[in-house]
């Protein structure tokens, strides 16, 4: 994923001094922790300090503001979890292999237990304040980072002779992303590994048969 820019439209009062010293990605972890549980919104400061561990000045001094930590927060879950299955994804040479691998570790991340249930680019910023649009559209183009994910994954099938020419793969990985966020939502509601992971073979009934690639040496061993 690439970096998001945290918005600007939250100011919040600067600290000062050094924060003390912390574990910054157990920090973040804890934080992930309240705004699954609580929500963006209504998320306040004083429980983020106080499941972070630190003291508010420290917090303000090392993240900015509530957006700008839970903007931090969500690319740590991007970066930790997400990141190593998307380039999985992208390496193995076979479609299905490769999309089945992905959606099955997906169901693994989404019903772990030290994890929030639950994709949190999905489901942490529903029913936001206005005053918060910027979080949403962040969210937003994580999200449609995903689409892109699987279509280009999509584009490289057909290029190797695992889809059919003409497939449609923008209509592919629309169906995809909408699979990949239907699991985290079930998952959310306490769907447990195994039947997240039969969503995820069953989903594989939707790929086109494999067609003749317009470069044979491309083609998958």
């Not at 574990?23 to 972890?29: K, M, S, V």
């Amino acid at each position: 994923m690439t970096a998001i820019i945290p918005p600007k439209n939250e100011t919040l009062p600067k600290a000062k001094g050094r924060p003390r010293s912390f574990d910054r990605a157990q920090a973040l972890h804890r934080a992930l922790e309240v705004f699954w549980t609580r929500g963006y919104g209504p998320a306040t400061m004083a429980e983020l300090c106080a499941a972070m561990g630190i003291n508010p000045p420290s917090l303000y001094a090392a993240f900015g503001n509530k957006a700008s930590l839970f903007l931090e927060a969500v690319e740590h879950y991007e970066t930790t979890y997400w990141a190593a299955p998307w380039r999985r994804l992208k390496e193995e040479p076979d479609l299905r292999r490769a999309l089945e691998r992905f959606l099955c570790e997906a169901a693994a991340i989404l019903s772990m237990r030290d994890v929030p249930c639950g994709c949190v680019v999905v489901l942490a910023t529903a029913n936001v304040a206005p005053e918060a649009q910027d979080i949403c559209d962040a969210m937003k183009t994580l999200r449609e980072a995903s689409r892109t994910g699987f279509q280009r994954r999509f584009e490289q099938a057909v290029t190797a002779g695992d889809l059919p020419p003409d497939a449609d793969v923008a209509a592919l990985a629309a169906v995809f992303t909408a699979v990949l966020q239907g699991m985290s939502v079930q998952a959310r509601d306490g769907a447990p590994r195994e039947e997240l992971e039969r969503i995820a073979r069953t989903s594989l009934a939707m790929l086109p048969a494999p067609g003749l690639s317009p470069n044979p040496s491309l083609r998958t061993q």
